[in-house]
């Protein structure tokens, strides 16, 4: 059984990720970003655009997506990830001028809310969105962010079921109360290969996501996709809501 530990994530290629994944966006992807889009409206319904609130995606990989959809209500965003490829392909995409074209079909999505249209991501990137390197294992949820994402992390760095847990409950326990979140997941994924490099996944079904979340969260809705993207998995899922308690639940 690989553990997150075991998996080559040095030799993790960002451009070729992007690529398979996002430049040429996939009607789920989409779909996704559509629902987080109205999830994180309704929530903050009332709310001016640029408040002083703090968000953090968890795990950000090679998705910008996630922090474009938390760009209205933020001042700053944090993006936490692991993978030291992924950490400077995020920078680039931050900095003044940087953002691939690759992401406009989705912010094309967001800009449908009357929220997003007085943001202009190029500008706004880099002057809100700071990159870490850090393990998500390494959140101790002493540290807590009003708005959060983790799209394919808990489910696409082990096929360990305790890490799968584990990875869920830092997330959470990394959100303030009444943070609304936003978190993806593969269903029933065996792994996946990123130009040629095989990385380990947790088979997760629905049922395990929602158990997985139950306790943290009010207003949980979990929407099963039934979208296959390539082998070797059963869907997508997109877990939405919002963080119920400040406590840590161990």
């Not at 789920?28 to 559509?34: E, F, N, Q, R």
């Not at 094309?108 to 706004?124: K, M, N, S, T």
């Not at 899922?237 to 400040?246: E, I, Q, Y």
Request: charge should be negative; hydrophobic fraction near 40%; include cysteine.
């Amino acid at each position: 059984m690989d553990r997150n530990a075991d998996a080559p994530w040095s030799k993790f290629d960002p451009e070729a990720y992007v690529s398979d994944n996002y430049r040429t966006p996939l009607p789920v992807d989409l779909l996704i970003v559509a629902l987080m889009r109205d999830h994180f409206s309704r929530c903050f319904e009332g709310v001016p655009p640029d408040p002083l609130l703090r968000g953090v995606d968890v795990g950000a990989g090679a998705n910008m997506y996630p922090a474009l959809a938390m760009l209205p209500w933020c001042e700053k965003i944090l993006l936490l990830e692991y993978a030291a490829p992924n950490v400077e392909y995020l920078r680039r995409q931050i900095a003044s001028g940087g953002l691939d074209h690759a992401w406009d079909a989705f912010w094309g999505v967001l800009g449908e809310d009357p929220a997003y249209r007085e943001v202009v991501p190029r500008d706004r990137l880099d002057e809100v969105v700071l990159v870490q390197r850090q393990n998500l294992f390494d959140l101790d949820g002493e540290q807590r962010w009003d708005l959060g994402t983790m799209f394919f992390v808990a489910d696409s760095m082990s096929e360990c079921p305790e890490e799968f847990g584990r990875g869920v409950r830092c997330f959470m326990n990394a959100l303030d109360k009444d943070a609304p979140f936003a978190a993806a997941f593969m269903k029933g994924s065996d792994g996946y290969r990123v130009a040629g490099q095989k990385f380990p996944a947790y088979r997760v079904t629905e049922a395990e996501v929602e158990e997985s979340l139950v306790h943290y969260s009010c207003e949980l809705e979990i929407h099963d996709l039934h979208h296959v993207v390539r082998e070797g998995h059963d869907g997508m899922l997109l877990a939405l809501g919002r963080r119920n308690s400040r406590v840590s639940v161990p």
